[in-house]
T-cell receptor
Framework: AAGVIQSPRHLIKEKRETATLKCYPI?????VYWYQQGPGQDPQFLIS???????DKGSIPDRFSAQQFSDYHSELNMSSLELGDSALYFC?????????????FGPGTRLTVL | GNSVTQMEGPVTLSEEAFLTINCTYT??????LFWYVQYPGEGLQLLLK?????DKGSNKGFEATYRKETTSFHLEKGSVQVSDSAVYFC???????????FGAGTTVTVRA
């Protein structure tokens, strides 16, 4: 079965650089969520989109922005990177209104900021 | 706001031992509850779920029962295997939310 695809899987950047993470949801899933998991920490919700509109916002820094495109893929743009941005970034997708709105997670993008 | 408190690890067990990971939550209304598992170097996989009080989620020998009276969703497995070594996250989705709130995660290591 098709799963959530994230690219790149690994990314190394320098401080103050920018990064773009991409997420391709499962076909027919129109809701995308982004989570950040720091080393040894639990995933923290960043932002979500439903039908290309932002549906919820969590602890996302102002330096980050995201959007969902017409084909439902999403991109997380990160600027002025800081050492503390080093983390595993997960994307998840779901069909809203499902019985329990299960979120299917991608494998994550590991971002290392040097 | 919504929050999840999870038993701290790490937990080390021998094969065929009984595993329990405690999870309690704080939420308004009737949240949905989940257990996710993260194997080394991999993403999060849904292990089991429960959407209303007294529901029991089960999968791969793991079970958890949604207890509203104690606001708990403890994970149990009667006989663990080495392949169960992973990090386990308890999570909830609020009644009016779509985002998940996770517990801190419990690292489980099963030794042969």
């Amino acid at each position: 079965a098709a799963g959530v695809i994230q690219s790149p899987r690994h990314l190394i950047k320098e401080k103050r650089e920018t990064a773009t993470l991409k997420c391709y949801p499962i076909p027919r899933h129109d809701t995308v969520y982004w989570y950040q998991q720091g080393p040894g920490q639990d995933p923290q919700f960043l932002i979500s989109f439903y039908e290309k509109m932002q549906s919820d916002k969590g602890s996302i820094p102002d330096r980050f922005s995201a959007q969902q495109f017409s084909d439902y893929h999403s991109e997380l743009n990160m600027s002025s990177l800081e050492l503390g941005d080093s983390a595993l970034y997960f994307c998840a997708s779901s069909i809203p209104g499902g019985t329990y709105n299960e979120q299917f997670f991608g494998p994550g993008t590991r971002l290392t900021v040097l | 706001g919504n929050s999840v408190t999870q038993m701290e690890g790490p937990v080390t067990l021998s094969e065929e031992a009984f595993l329990t990971i405690n999870c309690t939550y704080t939420a308004t209304g009737y949240p949905s509850l989940f257990w996710y598992v993260q194997y080394p170097g991999e993403g999060l996989q849904l292990l089991l779920k429960a959407t209303k009080a007294d529901d029991k989620g089960s999968n791969k020998g793991f079970e958890a029962t949604y207890r509203k009276e104690t606001t708990s969703f403890h994970l149990e497995k009667g006989s663990v295997q080495v392949s169960d070594s992973a990090v386990y996250f308890c999570a909830l989705r609020g009644a009016n939310d779509y985002k998940l709130s996770f517990g801190a995660g419990t690292t489980v290591t099963v030794r042969a």
